[in-house]
């Protein structure tokens, strides 16, 4: 592998710039002429827009422009859009309402953008947008998913009657109907997902610059998908056509799902930077982000699995409720259907299974994918059922699993998915061994001769990652192709810019990627570059979400490095007067194998520029570009074990203990896989003890928007983690990578909650398990 | 934030004559409560007039048992005072867990005392140390100061410079935090003298800190932790919200006090 090469634990290119604050972000980004916005919000959760007055405002000192949603109109700006159709089970498409970028008549949720207020400073933006007066008529409100399909409910959109925007369904109902017909025992569990503000470092971002004299249009903004960005403000919103609008996304502080989306905000900084005629900049303060970033999860769930008396599970039916939010955001449909219902197979043969998904309007803020999406909320289901029936049928965990576990490959699931390879028993043995699961018992007894409860839990996940093969998405409703794109130019001094549609928001791409072109021609990472996040320098990329950007972006690297290292043999096969095939590409030289002839790598690069001796007919130069579709989604899988001890006087949790066994696939850079399972665990574990949104049910307020009341994980909320992996590679892709960024926050949420329920003796227990809610079961059962 | 002046007087007298001067200004002791307010915009203050380089509201005397804390001395100085150790355990925990590395080194026991958090922690160990607090106009014993949520008896002029109390034999303070900001959920602190104890609860009451008298009379006739397991807290009197109801709070009133009992020296 080489000491950089693929394998090596390299550190961080790019970790120099970001722990000594020299990171470049959008809100660092200053341009001549710059001026400041601030978005007058909804207070109300629901209401008519009866009238807005400006005139006060726009008195206060510096200010330059108050725009609303009608002059936004009037330009013809169109509606926010969701890219994935999905059909209800009777046909119909998804009933889709209008989601303007300034509100114009009516708000559906408290933060809805209603105007902006540009001036010369933010404090004076902040002063006239609290004196521009908005006359609202309050309409009332619904924020639960139970409430809004209720009859008479609140009706938010026009074209969602009774707030239903779909009834999906996926699976085989009567081949299920009749597996239950057979069953042994039946398993029946209610179980909430609960929604959760994502809470990037970096607030989001945008600055807009009109240039009038080129009639052309510069974005910065905190995105994980800048093409995207740019494709979808120039082909629905009317911003400007794609060559007349630049994207770029910086440096961007986390993302975890919520900067894939094209919001408001970037749209009407654009559009205002031409209609005032100068440039916008809006820099997101954390009570909006709370308030207006896509939040997470939200699902309400029924689910029910057959087992036959030999505890073979037979079928599952699952009916959730998704809330949606007051909008569709851009991937929100897809998130509770493709993304969720096809992983409800787990890591189990299961014959049939059957999955209803309503997704639902409210009065709350719009729900998208956050870090798993779909994912965390199948695996929740999955092995909350499994810990519960183990108990209820009186055998151990790990053997109920064991005997369900699907062992060959390639396995065809009754939802969609071809899981192509894994090995499952090996991260649950491993697991079970790293935590000594054999010596629970003992462990029990002491904490109760201290008077403390534990409980053990574990879940056994698998996920799909590297989305996705774009014709199969494309047939299940997306609205784009999810390949990915590269370019690599050797330059004639032999450095190397790799140029990718991924983007890193703290992935570590600048280091991973560079690590490919070391361990393929053996130059050193500091003479290679990650270029990305720029649509003038990148030409059309997909992003970053998923845990795509190994399995798809570096798969597309690779493909162009095939044809790279394909004209440098040929370069130096006529240079060393060599057969191609024998040339062999090593610590930077290129040499002719069984000989003492080599090319140092630079001069190859330098012959391809000067062109004085190339082969005949060959063009110049050293740069070539590859896109990459995926053949198949790739199935990380793993096992979490957590041991748990809950004080019974109080109700809180300490976590004694939480092992983490992986199967990625291959591993570029293990301390960066482990960075991203400790930050992935983090996030599970947050939402299984700490965080979760309350929205006041009467008037729709966030009563969770600060910290003050949403509870962040922090660094004394968790234990040291154990982490170990198990490798089957992927076979569906050149490097047989699986991806690692979200299985942490997929596996890790049913662990805890299995471990506490163990621990206090109650199945019945929602997340957060916050103390107060954990001493209610413990003194309440 | 909205803008606002802000003045750095060196004597109690300055300062208050500075605040009486100002249109709507508000004295500044730390402002680890004020200042996040006023980011939020919830407070707009004309003036701030800042009391943490006023000479005489620095310092901490201890004389024998005989213990005075000026208004202006941090959190971070009291915990880090051998003589508050040596001759007030409780008070001395109390500082050293008291919010943040941040909240420790900036906020004041004046302005602690004066703002009256509902969640504060040092309300409970003037309660339960039967402090008095030395005002730029007058002294006041602890049990009168605090009035209500946020509340006490000072006038908008009136300074906290000081607290003075005498030092406990043993005393000892267990909270329980939110697990959101951190702040007491429930603070118990507990001061013997003698067969006098003392109980003071932070955090959990509806009407903000108060003295326990039933865990005090039952602890004066035993200092032990299971003096109180059998009484019982009205959970009607207890605050409530989203990270803990009225009948979580009075449960945990009473787990604290056994901790604050156990654990005190």
């Known amino acids: 592998m080489g000491i950089e090469g693929i394998g090596a634990s390299v550190l961080r290119k790019e970790d120099k710039r970001f722990i000594t604050g020299k990171g470049r972000y959008t809100d660092d980004m200053v341009v001549p002429g710059m001026k400041h916005a601030v978005f007058v919000r909804s207070p109300y959760a629901h209401a008519k827009i009866v009238n807005i007055d400006t005139s006060e405002a726009e008195a206060m000192p510096g200010v330059i422009g108050i725009l609303n949603g009608k002059q936004l109109t009037e330009d013809g700006i169109g509606n926010l859009i969701c890219g994935w159709m999905v059909h209800s089970k009777d046909g119909s498409p998804m009933n889709m309402g209008a989601w303007r970028p300034l509100a114009q008549d009516t708000v559906r949720y408290v933060g809805d953008a209603v105007a902006i207020v540009v001036a010369d400073t933010r404090a004076q933006a902040r002063d006239a947008a609290d004196l521009v007066n908005v006359e609202y008529e309050e309409l009332p409100v619904v924020t639960g998913v139970e409430d809004a399909l209720a009859e008479g409910a609140p009706q938010i959109h026009p074209e969602a009657k009774n707030n239903l925007i779909f009834d999906w369904v996926l699976g085989d109902e009567q081949a299920t109907a009749d597996a239950f017909s057979k069953a042994a025992h ?17 607030p989001r971002a945008a600055l807009g610059v009109y240039d009038a004299a080129e009639d052309h249009y510069t974005c910065w903004t905190t995105s994980q998908n800048p093409h995207v960005a740019r494709l979808v403000m120039s082909a629905f919103y009317n911003v400007a056509p794609e060559n007349k609008l630049r994207v770029i996304a910086p440096d961007v502080g986390g993302g975890f799902g919520s900067k894939i989306y094209i919001y408001p905000e970037e749209i009407v900084c654009l559009w205002a930077s031409k209609r005032t005629g100068v440039p916008v900049k809006w820099n997101c303060d954390r009570t909006e982000a709370f308030l207006t970033d896509a939040h997470g999860r939200d699902h309400v769930t029924h689910a029910e699995m057959a087992f036959d008396a030999d505890h073979h599970i037979l079928g599952l039916k699952v009916e959730t409720k998704a809330n949606l939010g007051a909008y569709m955001s851009l991937f929100s449909s897809a998130t509770p259907t493709y993304l969720y219902a096809t992983l409800l197979s787990g890591q189990y043969n299961i014959p049939a299974i059957h999955a209803n998904v309503k997704a639902i309007y409210t009065n709350t803020t719009p729900v998208d994918a956050y870090r798993g999406a779909g994912r965390p909320e199948a695996t929740y289901v999955m092995e909350r059922m499994m810990e519960t029936a183990a108990r209820q049928l009186g055998v151990s965990p790990p053997e109920l699993r064991r005997k369900n576990f699907i062992r060959s490959f390639p396995h065809q699931t009754p939802v969609i998915m071809t899981y192509d390879t894994g090995d499952f028993e090996a991260s649950l043995n491993a697991a079970m061994q790293a935590i000594d699961y054999a010596g629970f018992a003992s462990r029990r007894a002491e904490s109760e001769s201290r008077g403390k409860k534990r409980g053990i839990g574990m879940s056994c996940y698998i996920e799909a990652c590297g989305i996705a093969p774009s014709a199969a998405v494309g047939s299940l409703g997306a609205g784009v192709g999810l390949w990915e794109s590269a370019e690599v130019r ?52 997909m992003g970053t979400y998923g845990s795509r950007s190994g399995a798809v972006g570096m798969s597309a690297i690779v493909k162009a490095l095939d044809k790279v290292e394909a004209k440098a043999k040929k370069i130096a096969a006529h240079l060393m007067e060599a057969d191609e095939g024998d040339i062999v590409i090593e610590n930077g030289e290129l040499k002719v194998a069984g000989t003492d002839k080599t090319l140092p790598w630079f001069q190859m690069a330098l012959a391809a520029y000067t062109a004085h001796n190339l082969p005949s007919g060959m063009e110049p130069g050293l ?14 899988a793993g096992c979490y074990i957590c041991e748990v001890e809950v004080d019974p006087d109080t109700g809180k949790t300490e976590i004694l203990n939480f092992v983490a066994a992986d199967d990625f696939g291959n591993i570029i850079n293990p301390m960066i896989v482990e960075g991203q399972v400790h930050g992935g665990l983090a996030q599970g574990i947050g ?32 234990p040291s983690f154990q982490i170990s992996h198990q490798t089957t590679p992927c076979p569906g892709n050149p490097l047989g990578i ?44 | 934030m909205y803008e606002t002046n802000y003045h750095r007087p060196s004597s109690v007298e300055e300062a208050v004559s500075l605040v009486g001067s100002t249109e709507s200004g508000k004295f500044l002791s730390g402002g680890m409560s004020l200042l996040p307010a006023m980011k939020q915009r919830l407070a707009a203050p004309s003036d701030l007039v800042d009391l943490r380089h006023v000479e005489e509201m620095k310092g901490i005397t201890v004389n024998g048992r005989e213990v005075r804390i000026g208004g202006a001395v941090t959190h971070f100085e009291i915990k880090n005072s051998d003589e508050i150790k040596s001759v007030c355990y409780g008070l001395h925990h109390m500082a050293s867990v008291l919010g943040d590395p941040q909240v420790r080194y900036m906020g004041t026991i004046g302005g602690s005392v004066a703002n009256n958090d509902p969640a504060a922690d040092y309300p409970a160990a003037m309660i339960a140390l039967d402090a008095t607090i030395h005002t730029s106009k007058r002294a006041v014993k602890a049990s009168e100061f605090f009035v209500g949520l946020l509340e006490t008896v000072l006038d908008d002029d009136e300074i906290v410079t000081a607290v003075s109390f005498t030092a406990p034999e043993i005393s000892g303070y267990e909270k329980f935090r939110n697990p959101a900001s951190r702040y007491a959920m429930c603070g118990v602190f507990v001061a013997k003298t003698g067969s006098t104890v003392r109980v003071g609860v932070t955090g959990a009451g509806a009407d903000g800190v108060f003295h326990w008298d039933e865990a005090a009379q039952a602890l004066s006739a035993n200092f032990a932790p299971d003096a109180v397991a059998n009484l019982s807290v009205d959970p009607g009197g207890m605050l409530s919200d989203l990270h803990g109801s009225s009948e979580y709070r009075a449960n945990l009133v009473k787990v604290m006090a056994k901790r604050a009992v156990a654990s005190a020296k």
């Open chain 1, 186 to 202: 039946v398993v029946k569990m209610d179980i909430v997902n609960n929604r959760l503000v994502p809470n990037a470092m970096e």
């Open chain 1, 490 to 541: 050797v330059n004639a001094v032999g450095t190397i810019e790799i140029l990718t549609g991924s983007h890193s928001h703290g992935q570590g791409h600048e280091t991973t990627f560079a690590q490919l072109v070391a361990e393929r021609f053996g130059v050193g990472i500091d003479s290679v570059n990650i270029v990305h996040g720029d649509t003038d320098k990148v030409q059309m990329g």
């Open chain 1, 623 to 636: 740069k070539e570009g590859a896109f990459y579709d995926p053949s198949n989604f790739t199935f990380p």
């Open chain 1, 687 to 718: 939402q299984a003890l700490l965080e979760g949104c309350h929205y006041d049910p009467q008037t729709g307020q966030l009563i969770t928007a600060s910290y003050m009341d949403y509870t962040m994980p922090r660094a004394d909320d968790l």
């Open chain 1, 738 to 781: 699986k991806g690692c960024g979200e299985a942490g926050a997929i596996g890790s949420p049913p662990a805890v909650i299995n471990a506490i329920t163990d621990a206090i003796g109650t199945n019945g227990l929602s997340m957060p398990a916050s103390p107060q809610k954990v001493w209610a079961a413990l003194h309440n059962a």
